[in-house]
């Protein structure tokens, strides 16, 4: 079921997950557009997340952004590219190579004592070889060192890619074009900003077996929403993912299409790198636990990192 409503105030809007934003002219959505983008989403009771450009927004937008509740990605929620010395923002998505993120685990680690959540996107997850694996635990175990002194300290910082698995008994992934869908200035819906890039860039679409395309929107603001096998995104179709316990993992859509050709079918990178956060989070589970903090549920232990390669025992 649809919950939100991702829109872009701008071609220059700032990318805030794994792919990057290769537009660079300013695009502004037209004002009668965001009221109709805005209308759509109290029709259908979506809560509406503002993706904003770096400049600021003329006042009448500012008026109208400011008529119905909303969250702005690019402002309440800070967006980096590179490691900050410090982060005014409570909230903060950190936009990071694997490489980076395991070389600056320490810069990272003082930062997050800063804020209430740190979201770590890796924007190269396709190109994880296995041999940055140990790397990438020992770089996870830094930041479960500091997690654990915070709580010491009576801090409990988030990390997205730790504590989430934490709290969570069921999946919660990205969601995109199931529990959210994006608008762009262009009047049209897509799956999520990343489709409405390659739509722009013309990278032709494999998953169009009509005719060769690089459209990817899935309907717009004046015939509706259609997307073709809405059930085709879905979890229930998702053989590998529906038997995963890495619950926090994105089970992201875009790079599904992008490394298999099928949005619903994960590549090996994108599990490997979930199931070593998956681990890394029943080891802090166990040491909180220790520690005498409440951990939620038990976090059992498993003898593999990508699901395919035991698919035959579930
Ligand atoms: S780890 Fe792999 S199988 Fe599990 S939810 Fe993520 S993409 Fe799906």
């Not at 649809?2 to 037209?30: F, G, K, M, W």
């Not at 004002?31 to 259908?44: N, Q």
Request: hydrophobic share 35%; net charge negative; charged share 25%.
């Amino acid at each position: 079921m649809l919950q939100y409503l991702v829109i872009l105030l701008d071609d220059t809007s700032v990318a805030y997950c794994h792919a990057e934003n290769p537009l660079r002219e300013r695009n502004l959505i037209p004002l009668d557009t965001l009221k109709k983008a805005i209308l759509f989403g109290m029709k259908e009771n979506l809560m509406i997340q503002y993706v904003y450009p770096d400049y600021d927004l003329p006042e009448e937008y500012n008026e109208v952004i400011e008529s119905i509740d909303h969250v702005k990605i690019g402002r309440d929620v800070a967006v980096y590219s590179e490691v900050p010395k410090s982060i005014a923002a409570e909230n903060a998505v950190l936009r990071l190579s694997i490489a980076d993120f395991i070389a600056k685990q320490y810069d990272i680690a003082a930062i997050l004592p800063q804020v209430t959540r740190l979201n770590i996107c890796l924007t190269d997850t396709e190109t994880f070889k296995d041999e940055q694996a140990e790397d990438y635990k020992k770089a996870l175990a830094t930041f479960n060192a500091v997690l654990i002194n915070q709580y010491k300290a009576g801090k409990q910082p988030q990390l997205n890619i730790l504590t989430d698995r934490l709290q969570l008994k069921e999946m919660h992934n990205c969601g995109a074009g199931d529990s959210n869908i994006t608008i762009a200035p262009n009047g049209k819906f897509y799956l999520c900003p990343a489709f409405y890039y390659d739509e722009k860039m013309g990278i032709s679409n494999r998953l169009n077996h009509h005719k060769p395309s690089s459209e990817r929107s899935v309907g717009n603001l004046e015939t509706g929403l259609q997307i073709s096998n809405p059930q085709l995104l879905k979890l229930d179709h998702a053989p590998l993912c529906r038997i995963c316990d890495a619950y926090h993992c994105n089970r992201c859509i875009w790079l599904n299409q992008k490394v298999t050709w099928d949005n619903n079918t994960p590549s090996h990178q994108q599990c490997i790198i979930a199931h070593l956060e998956r681990n890394a989070a029943r080891d802090l589970q166990q040491q909180l636990k220790a520690a005498g903090f409440s951990a939620g549920e038990e976090i059992k232990s498993i003898d593999y990192l990508d699901p395919f390669d035991v698919r035959e025992q579930f």
